[in-house]
C-alpha cells in the first residue's frame, strides 16, 4: 500500500520557521517528482514548491522563493520543506503528492498524503 505521510506542520508566529516532511512507504520516491501543494480556507490547492527525482532540480511558487527550500533524501525515503520567514498567509493545510512527471498540476499527481496544518499568527 503506497503511502505518503506528512508531519511537522503547527501554530509558528510571523517570522518563524518550520520543517515539514514527506515519508514515503510502499515505494521508493526515488523515482517521483515530490510536490508540496497547500490549500488555505476557501482557496484551491496551490503548488508551493517541486523537486526532481533524477538531479534534484527544484521549482518555487513565486510566493515562497527565497524563503522555503525543499530537499530530499532518499536513502530516507523523505522529502522535506524547510519554511522560514513564515507570512499569515502561510496559514495552510500542506500536502506532499508524487508523480512520475515533471509537473506542479494537482491533477497530474498520483498519490497524496493527507496533510498538515500550518497556522501562521500575526
Known amino acids: 500500500q503506497v503511502r505518503l505521510l506528512e508531519s511537522g506542520g503547527g501554530l509558528v508566529q510571523a517570522g518563524g520557521s518550520l520543517r515539514l516532511s514527506c515519508a514515503a512507504s510502499?515505494?521508493?520516491?526515488?523515482?517521483?517528482?515530490i510536490g508540496w501543494f497547500r490549500q488555505a480556507p476557501g482557496k484551491e490547492r496551490e503548488g508551493v514548491s517541486l523537486i526532481s527525482s533524477s538531479d534534484g532540480t527544484t521549482y518555487y511558487e513565486d510566493s515562497v522563493k527565497g524563503r522555503f527550500i525543499v530537499s530530499r533524501d532518499n536513502a530516507k525515503n523523505t522529502v522535506y520543506l524547510q519554511m522560514n520567514s513564515l507570512k499569515p498567509d502561510d496559514t495552510a493545510v500542506y500536502y506532499c503528492?508524487?508523480?512520475?512527471?515533471?509537473?506542479?498540476?494537482?491533477?497530474?499527481?498520483?498519490?497524496w498524503g493527507k496533510g498538515t496544518l500550518v497556522t501562521v499568527s500575526s
Open positions: 510502499g515505494i521508493s520516491v526515488k523515482p517521483y517528482s
Open positions: 503528492a508524487s508523480s512520475w512527471l515533471w509537473t506542479i498540476l494537482p491533477e497530474q499527481m498520483d498519490y
